[in-house]
């Protein structure tokens, strides 16, 4: 039985950006790259579908990440805010 081969997630991009080029037709990338077409017309989809994600995402995730940072900043203020609190009581200030 023959073993399933695994690429590489760079050479998968590589080869769909071939695809998507329009230079290559699928049977030519197929037989230069020594994979199915069907293959090569997966990696295409699935490139094709992620790009305005890959565009979205980086702002999304900055966004995202700069509002749990916020979150936990203000939940540290408020720690160190109870903390002043109850050491000016245990000192009489």
Request: glycine residues 6%; positive net charge.
């Amino acid at each position: 039985m023959k073993k399933r081969r695994n690429y590489s997630a760079d050479f998968k991009a590589r080869v769909a950006l071939e695809a998507l080029s329009g230079a290559y037709t699928l049977a030519e990338l197929s037989s230069k790259h020594k994979v199915h077409p069907n293959m090569i017309a997966q990696w295409k989809r699935k490139a094709h579908e992620g790009m305005p994600d890959l565009f979205a995402r980086k702002n999304g995730r900055k966004d995202a990440d700069r509002e749990t940072e916020v979150k936990e900043l203000h939940a540290k203020i408020g720690q160190l805010t109870i903390e002043n609190d109850f050491l000016a009581k245990a000192f009489g200030k």
